[in-house]
C-alpha cells in the first residue's frame, strides 16, 4: 500500500527572473545528513534502511530498461563525475510540451548551469518524463498537472546546479554542498545528488532521480514535508528521503500506484 498522500500548504506563488537568489534546504554536515525544516529552524537526524527491488512502485513505467547496445533510459542518461563549483549562471533549456490529461496546470522551465558535465538536454528530458508521468503530480487528483515550457514567467523552475552554486542559491540555509533544496518556486537539484544519489537507496538512482525531483517541485507547489507512514512502507515522495528512510522503502512516485 502507498503512502497517505502529502499534507498540502496552499501558499500565494511569485514569478521571478532567473538571476533571483531563493532557497529552503535540508543541511548536509559530516558524513551524517541532518535537516533544516523549511518550517522550523530545528535540525533533526535521520535513519536509513535498505530498499526493495519494486520500491519505488513501477519505476519501469517511466523508462524501461535499455536493451544490449542500445541508449540508456532516459532517466539514467548523463551519468557523468561529481563537481565542486561551476560558472554560477544558469541557462534555460529549450524545450516545451503540453501536459496530458484535461484541467488547469503549472507552467515549469528547466534550468542546468553553464559548464556542468554532461548534457542538458539530457537533464530538461528527465525532468519532463517524470512531471508528465501518470504517477507524478499531475497524476494527483488532477490539481497538479504540468505544462513545460522555455520562455516567459514560469510558475516553477526546476534548475541542475552545482554544489556551491546551491548554496549561494539556498543561502541564509545551509546545504554545505551535499543537498538539493526548494522555495518560492524554484526546485534546485545538487548535481552531485543527481549524479551519486544516496547511499540507502542501493544503487538505484532511476528512484532517487524520479524523487528528488518529484520531492523538490512538491515543495514549490505548496506541499510539505511528511514521515514514514510505516516500518516496511513506500516512503511518501515529501518524506525527506535523501536524509533517510526511516524504515519505509525508497519511492519516487507521488501516486506509486497509478496506472
Known sequence: MPGPAPQRRRRHHR???PAAVLGSAVLAAGTGLVLVNTDSP???GATSAPPSADANGGKDAASPPAGEGS?????LRSETSEVTEGSGDLAVVEGSGEPPGEGPYTDYLVEVEEG????AGDFADAVETILSHERSWGGNRGEDRMRRVDSGPADVRVALAAPDTV?????PL?????????QDGRAIINQNRWVSGVEHFNGDLETYRTYVINHEVGHTLGYGHVDCPGEGERAPVMQQQTLGLDGCEP???????AG
Do not use: H, I, K, Y
Open 15 to 17: 514569478r521571478f527572473a
Open 42 to 44: 530545528e535540525p533533526e
Open 71 to 75: 541508449e540508456p533510459p532516459v532517466l
Open 116 to 119: 556542468l558535465p554532461g548534457d
Open 167 to 171: 548554496d549561494e542559491l539556498c543561502a
Open 174 to 182: 545551509q546545504t554545505n554542498g551535499e543537498v538539493s533544496c526548494a
Open 251 to 257: 519511492n519516487g512516485w507521488v501516486n506509486p500506484e
